[in-house]
């Protein structure tokens, strides 16, 4: 291995179509540069394509401002295709409430 290919970056993200779907997948640090670069790929994607999902499950981190970037451009991008989008996080945490409903009523319990 020669320098050059030690010292190669590892891409930010990478693009994936076929028919009317495609994957964002994105993966190290994002920044908002790096988020507005990915979106932009999104944006220039075939008319046809009308169904995105942005893989973020190999983000190790960020500044906070790409993970923004990235949601405000789904809206727009989802309306003017007709289309659908979803997000996959590394983690998620659910909070949930359980309900325990009787014949007389229900009570709330945490």
Not at 74 to 92: C, F, K, M, Q, Y
Not at 98 to 110: K, N, T
Request: a positive charge.
């Amino acid at each position: 291995m020669n320098t050059a290919e030690a010292v190669r970056p590892i891409p930010s993200f990478s693009l994936e179509v076929f028919g009317s779907n495609a994957i964002l997948y994105l993966r190290g640090f994002l920044t908002t540069c790096r988020a507005v670069q990915a979106m932009s790929a999104c944006e220039a994607l075939p008319a046809h394509v009308r169904h995105l999902l942005i893989d973020m499950r190999r983000v190790e981190r960020g500044d906070g401002r790409g993970v923004d970037h990235v949601a405000l451009r789904l809206r727009p991008w989802r309306e003017a295709r007709a289309g659908s989008t979803r997000i996959d996080l590394p983690h998620v945490s659910v909070s949930f409430s359980v309900h325990r409903c009787s014949m007389i009523g229900c009570s709330h319990m945490a």
